[in-house]
């Protein structure tokens, strides 16, 4: 597992670094499998026109979870995984000065590419933390929202990573999050067949492994929705969870 966490904190930073020290997109790193959908693709023009040139660039993702989450004037959201900052600096500006986002980050280079994208932008209603997913490092009920864009499936320990979600959710808070997900008749082996752990493709939950992991936490209304497939029989999907008010 601390094998695992290495690899992926190691291909992350390089990818980071990519971007900090040559202006080359993270997917023309490693990072993307070839011929999958990543990247700052998935996001509208107009919103790709609010963010400075190295956030697109750092983008990994496989979809848009600021458009899944339908963000609030004055709430408070958290990005798991946040990367270059891309998700955080948009929901920044949908929640308005009154509301607050928070990126989290395991990776120093990303953080410190993050922070150079918030000042670049602009953005002051934000705030970028070190730590892992299944550590998050907030208190209990402090959060309205939480976003995250093809991270899950990072993670070696994705119960810890649900219990963290509804530990720091505030009462009726929810979840929208963009993640690789597997089709339900393809097993641990044919996942890691179609692509590798840090390529966002053997780490992934099937369907139901995912709905089962948020509902094993206490979140209802969960709904997994597939949005396009990346390779034979592996999805990007939107999820969306809350918990009871």
Do not use: W
């Amino acid at each position: 597992m601390k094998d695992t966490k290495d690899h992926v904190r190691s291909t992350y930073a390089q990818a980071a670094l990519a971007v900090t020290e040559g202006d080359v997109s993270c997917c023309e790193t490693s990072c993307c499998g070839e011929g999958q959908v990543f990247g700052p693709a998935l996001y509208e023009v107009m919103q790709r026109e609010e963010l400075p040139e190295s956030a697109l660039l750092a983008s990994l993702g496989c979809g848009n979870p600021t458009a899944v989450a339908d963000l609030k004037e004055g709430e408070t959201v958290l990005d798991l995984g946040s990367g270059g900052g891309i998700d955080v600096l948009l929901s920044a500006k949908r929640v308005g000065p009154s509301g607050k986002a928070y990126g989290l980050d395991m990776t120093d280079e990303m953080l410190t590419l993050a922070r150079k994208n918030q000042s670049q932008a602009g953005v002051t209603n934000v705030e970028f933390l070190k730590g892992d997913i299944e550590s998050i490092p907030l208190p209990a009920d402090s959060v309205d929202v939480i976003i995250s864009n093809c991270v899950i499936n990072l993670a070696s320990d994705k119960p810890a990573v649900f219990r963290e979600m509804r530990r720091v959710l505030r009462p009726g808070g929810r979840v929208g999050v963009s993640d690789i997900v597997s089709s339900d008749e393809l097993g641990p082996t044919e996942r890691a067949e179609r692509g590798s752990f840090v390529g966002c493709i053997a780490g992934a939950l099937s369907f139901s492994e995912y709905a089962e992991g948020l509902a094993a936490q206490g979140f209802i209304d969960v709904s997994v929705d597939p949005t396009h497939e990346v390779t034979s029989g592996m999805f990007a999907a939107t999820i969306r969870a809350r918990i009871p008010d």
